[in-house]
C-alpha cells in the first residue's frame, strides 16, 4: 500500500492550500482516513480524521479553519485549509487504518505559511 500526499507549499498568513492524499495498492477497504502534522522539534500530532462513513473529528487548533473530506472511490483524502497561520507550518502527514486495522503512513508534505 502506497500512500502519496501533495499540495503542500509556502503561503502567506490567512491564505488557502488544499491537501490531498491518494491510496494505492492491495487495500481492500479504508476505515479511517487522516492527516497528522510535525513541527520541527516537536511531536507528531492529528489534525483531522474522518470515518468511512463520513464522521469527522478535528484538533481545537485547527476546527473553523481546516475541513477533511474523502472520496472512498477513489481512495483519497483531502484537507482543505483556510486562514493559516504562522503556527500551521509543519510536515503534513496522511495516514489510513485499514478495515482490519493496519496502519499506513504517506511521506509527508512541507506547508510552510510565513509573509
Known amino acids: 500500500v502506497q500512500l502519496q500526499a501533495s499540495g503542500g507549499g509556502l503561503v502567506q498568513p490567512g491564505g488557502s492550500l488544499k491537501l490531498s492524499c491518494v491510496a494505492s495498492?492491495?487495500?481492500?477497504?479504508?476505515?479511517?482516513m487522516g492527516w497528522y502534522r510535525q513541527a520541527p522539534d516537536k511531536q507528531r500530532d492529528v489534525v483531522a480524521v474522518i470515518s468511512s462513513g463520513g464522521s469527522t473529528y478535528y484538533a481545537d487548533s485547527v476546527k473553523g479553519r481546516f475541513t477533511i473530506s474523502r472520496d472512498n472511490a477513489q481512495n483519497t483524502a483531502y484537507l482543505q485549509m483556510n486562514s493559516l497561520k504562522p503556527e500551521d507550518t509543519a510536515v503534513y502527514y496522511c495516514n489510513i487504518v485499514s478495515a482490519i486495522g493496519s496502519h499506513y503512513w504517506g511521506q509527508g508534505t512541507l506547508v510552510t505559511v510565513s509573509s
Open positions: 495498492g492491495s487495500i481492500s477497504s479504508i476505515n479511517v
